[in-house]
């Protein structure tokens, strides 16, 4: 069973949440898939290792072959190729990678050549696997380097949990495509509730079963849960507005050691999931 | 002088509009000829790029073989492209292209 966490809003509790869960389960595997800012590592006690880095395909241009027709550049629809009067010039950070160029070119000038924009890692304890992916500095597609690091999910792990990026993009897209369950964690608060419909207008046209943590619970207003009930969303967990929690999380300390209570609770909800995805 | 083409971003078709503030992004160009001292406003077909709005601008306006540019500030991909294209940049300022363009002419405009 894939779960992934996401929120609309940066900030509510993602990685608290996955890392939270994650330390309840037996035999899981937790991915960090918010390349931009992987930060799970810093509430786990497990060194982690480089396994494998990540590319993206760019085309080189071969002038012994080049006639300059430009069929490459006009369409190019990332602006990352462009013809001027004696070559192509090729700008490294607009490129995709979608190989089309090399298709297309009626001269077969062009090769696409790797490049590397991410590093995935990997770290293990006992029974527990966790994996992160991270996004070279100055690099602008976090969503390839998402894509390899889910190609790392075991088979041989009955739960994945995985830490999505904030807002409802593709890089949360591409995190949440393949899993079997969502959960949706956001604070009560009006900018909370704002990002939060922009995830369940995603989450719906994905086809996604998802159910929301309401995080910071005690803070902000009654609007969050009025919208769940109006729209039918189960609220799974409610993890209260603690000034205690706050302390640790800033000493890399998960919720889940600071009220113990939750280990119960964290286990009740994966098995509500598990009964709602039969 | 030989004859040679200069262009600025300009955000509308009006007779003497004022230089764009952006490059890439700006809705048209002023292409200015000096073989007839004449100057016909462009649509400039990046102006709704998703990402590369500079480069794709570079790219049409050396399909129009103009020579130079006047522009506002520049990110690095326009001016590396606008540099490979072998076209010369110009420091404009937000006044009305012909002040501009007469400026230019003067070889009163600072080389970028």
New interface residues.
């Given amino acids: 069973m894939q779960i992934t966490i996401v929120s609309g809003k940066g900030g509510t509790g993602k990685t608290s949440l996955a890392v939270s869960l994650a330390m309840t389960l037996e035999n899981v595997q937790l991915l960090d898939a918010d390349v931009d800012e992987p930060n799970c590592s810093l509430f786990l006690d497990l060194d982690t290792k480089l396994v494998a880095e990540a590319k993206i395909p760019i085309p080189e241009i071969n002038y012994d072959l080049c006639t300059l027709c430009g069929a490459c550049s006009s369409n190019c629809e990332y602006n990352a190729l462009m013809k001027v009067p004696d070559q192509i010039l090729v700008f490294e950070k607009m490129c995709h990678g979608c190989g089309l160029c090399s298709k297309i070119c009626p001269e077969n000038a062009i090769t696409e050549v790797p490049r590397t924009i991410g590093y995935l890692y990997e770290g293990e304890n006992k029974e527990f696997l966790f994996n992160f992916g991270s996004l070279i500095v100055g690099e602008e597609l976090s969503t390839p380097v998402i894509s390899q690091l889910k190609q790392l999910i075991s088979k041989d792990k009955p739960i994945i949990v995985i830490d999505s990026p904030p807002g409802s993009s593709c890089p949360m897209v591409e995190t949440v495509i393949d899993s079997d369950y969502v959960i949706l964690v956001s604070e009560p608060t009006p900018f909370g509730l704002s990002d939060m419909k922009m995830v369940v207008k995603t989450l719906r046209i994905l086809e996604k079963k998802f159910g929301v943590v309401i995080n910071k619970d005690g803070v902000g207003n009654e609007e969050l849960e009025l919208f769940c009930q109006k729209e039918e969303i189960p609220v799974l967990l409610k993890i209260p507005f603690d000034l205690e929690i706050a302390k640790n999380y800033s000493k890399g300390v998960p919720f889940l050691n600071v009220l113990p209570e939750m280990d119960s609770k964290l286990k009740k909800m994966i098995v509500d999931i598990g009964e709602a995805l039969e | 002088m030989n004859n040679l083409k200069v262009a600025i971003p300009v955000s509308s078709k009006d007779d003497n509009p004022i230089m764009f503030e952006r490059f890439g992004r700006a809705s048209y160009f002023c292409i200015f000829d000096t073989e007839d001292d004449s100057s016909v406003v462009v649509a400039n077909p ?1 102006v709704g ?5 500079g ?2 601008a ?2 049409f306006l ?2 129009k073989q103009i020579q130079s540019v006047i522009v506002p500030q520049l990110g690095p ?1 326009a001016d ?2 606008l540099r ?3 076209i010369t940049i110009f420091q404009g300022e937000p006044i009305p292209v012909k002040n501009l363009i007469d400026k230019w002419k003067k070889d009163e405009l600072r080389k970028l």
């Fill in positions: 990046a790029a998703r990402g590369g709005a480069p794709r570079v790219e050396s399909s991909n590396g492209a490979a294209a072998q």
